[in-house]
């Protein structure tokens, strides 16, 4: 029998693994099919749009509220009065909390306010004109989009790093010292750029602590800008070579995300949580599924094709207990890696990739990896995106993503069953029928072929209890019966037939009482003694 029909709901064209907008890089479904490349692009095209709308609006009610400014003067003759310095003191502290109010969702600088729009607050009112207040408003616009670390002179930076930071403070673990004490002596070989890059991620750190009430998105937002202009400086600036530049970049993200952790994985303003359940719950009701019925080419009959099954599990399920989202990818291709070599192995060959997907989906369902979607988002949020667009960490990664959407949605057609034998295993009225597995006992593993043995033991230690349970039930009945019956035929007997017994007048006497007037009877014996 051909094997296509039986992989039509669980090959993937490598096509779709990448980004939808064709530049060549992994896509993601976190980023709806892009790479992070381009996701970012269109972020900041919409970011951009909602602040070119948000401007016009502030411009249109700018007018709005000077033609009604002017036609209050004409009323009252165009004499100056109190309300007029009221009004104008009301819209300039408008237009400041429009600027902080539009910085704090979108910007993703860590700056204080500009001095000047600190300054404004404290002018007296009347003292700054409609027009230098638009163009002020315009600037403070632009600098959004300004990296922190290009807006804040050397002498600012300096004493911002000398502030203690409660977050970096506050009684650090064991972990965090151990990969502080690895950060600072891997700096060192890097002279000035090491120093550099260490004043940045304090500075970082110090601004993460205030930016705790923004959402997730935010956040990561903030994270990807700064490995970005960490990047470019080590590149343009300190003049890093590209390699040298990424071996900085992973030890700035094992640094700070082992500090942010706690705050940032999972968090409460999010649905991870409701997703893992969701996601663990589907993995638990697919218990049933065989690795025949996704065509998996391994065969753990064979030890060491097992074995690496074991490790694969193993190594997936180890993702949740690493804290930097690099270690967590190195968990992913491990665990790939040893998918490929149980192939290999199996069939003699390499393995292919219409191979490596259904044998991920199987270790997945096997393994139930905890806190699986969680850790897919911190990923896919906090890593460096280098890592997620090209390379053997973001094609694993990416598989990763399609086998998890692919059980979300996996049907009776994609494992071509009927829809009642799938709704019946589902609900988990039935499990796979016997001959199921005899079919399959060429390449079914030893595991399961001892569960199919002992189910069928047990259905038949059932059968022979229930048959001697009905026996014992008919076996009382028919002693009940039959002492009914011999019961009812003796008082038949007894009634057709009466026992009459006569008194004698009379008793006859004993046998053994002394009759003396009777002289038939014997003279008693007498004792002879024979002398020898």
């Known amino acids: 029998m051909s094997l296509k029909p039986e992989r039509r709901g669980i090959h993937v064209d490598q096509s779709e693994l990448l980004c939808k907008k064709g530049c060549g890089y992994f896509g993601n479904p976190a980023w709806q099919g892009f790479c992070s490349k ?26 709005e509220e000077e033609a009604a400014y002017a036609s209050t003067q004409g009323a009252q003759g165009g004499q100056p009065s109190l309300t007029f310095s009221k009004f104008e003191e009301k819209k300039t502290n408008e237009k400041t909390r429009k600027v902080t109010t539009v910085k704090k969702f979108f910007s993703s600088s860590s700056k204080a306010p500009p001095k000047k729009v600190c300054q404004e607050k404290t002018l007296k009112p009347g003292q700054i004109g409609w027009e230098r207040n638009a163009d002020n408003l315009l600037r403070d616009l632009k600098e959004i989009f300004t990296p922190p670390w290009d807006l804040t002179s050397p002498t600012e930076e300096t004493q911002e790093v000398k502030t203690p930071s409660p977050a970096i403070n506050r009684q650090p673990s064991i972990e965090t010292d151990r990969v502080s004490k690895d950060f600072i002596e891997f700096l060192k070989t890097y002279q000035k750029p090491g120093q550099e890059v260490y004043k940045q991620c304090k500075i970082f750190l110090e601004a993460m602590h205030h930016k705790k009430e923004l959402n997730i998105e935010e956040q990561s937002e903030y994270v990807q800008d700064f490995y970005q202009n960490t990047s470019d400086k080590l590149q343009y600036r300190w003049k890093v070579s590209p390699e040298k530049a990424e071996k900085v970049l992973d030890e700035i993200e094992k640094f700070i995300m082992t500090r942010l952790y706690k705050h940032v994985f999972c968090p409460e303003t999010t649905d991870d949580e409701k997703k893992d359940l969701a996601v663990q719950r589907r993995i638990r009701a697919l218990h049933w599924v065989t690795p025949q019925m996704l065509c998996v080419p391994v065969d753990e009959d064979i030890p060491e094709v097992s074995d690496m099954v074991v490790k694969a599990i193993t190594d997936i399920i180890e993702m949740d207990s690493k804290r930097v989202p690099r270690d967590k990818l190195a968990c992913i291709t491990r665990c790939s890696k040893q998918i490929f070599n149980a192939i290999k192995v199996t069939k003699n060959e390499p393995a292919s990739a219409d191979d490596f997907l259904p044998t991920l989906i199987y270790i997945v369902l096997k393994g139930n990896p905890p806190r699986l979607q969680s850790n897919i988002q911190y990923i896919t949020r906090f890593c460096n995106p280098n890592r997620l667009m090209t390379g053997e960490d973001g094609y694993y990664f990416t598989n990763l993503c399609c086998a998890i959407a692919f059980i979300e949605k996996l049907d009776a057609q994609s494992l071509n069953l009927s829809e009642e034998d799938f709704d019946r295993y589902m609900s988990g009225q039935a499990s796979p029928k016997k001959q199921d597995s005899e079919n399959w006992s060429s390449n079914m593993c030893v595991g ?12 038949q230690l059932n059968e022979r209890q229930e048959r001697i349970v009905n026996e014992a039930k008919k ?31 009379q008793p006859l006497p004993a046998i053994d009482s002394e009759n003396v007037e009777n002289d038939k009877l014997p003279p008693p014996l007498q004792p002879q003694v024979y002398a020898g």
């Open 38 to 63: 381009c996701w970012r692009e269109e972020y900041q095209k919409a970011r951009q749009k909602q602040i070119q709308e948000d401007w016009e609006l502030a411009e249109r009610l700018q007018r």
């Open 448 to 459: 399961v072929q001892q569960m199919h043995k002992n189910l069928d033991l047990i259905s």
């Open 475 to 505: 076996l009382e009945k028919d002693l009940i019966d039959w002492t009914d019956g011999i019961s009812k035929e003796v008082q038949d007997i007894v009634e057709k037939y009466p026992l009459d017994i006569k008194a004698k007048s």
